[in-house]
């Protein structure tokens, strides 16, 4: 798993995507900290993809085991 902790209240979405751009998951963040579970997910690479009413972010996720 992996967190996102975030500092305010806006409502949030983050989606993981593969390398072919296949969504894989997708998670609403209302709280402060939200655990995103991603045990299910085969090793390798994921572009994750964080949005709320302010700002987009783009960050690589690698997983190993």
Known sequence: YFEVNKSD???GELEVRNMVGQLV???ECKD???RVDISELAKGEYIVTY???E???NKKLVKIE
Do not use: E, S
């Open 32 to 34: 402060a900290r939200t």
């Open 55 to 57: 700002q987009v972010l």
């Open 51 to 53: 949005r709320d009413k």
């Open 25 to 27: 998951l997708r998670v």
């Open 9 to 11: 209240n806006n409502t």
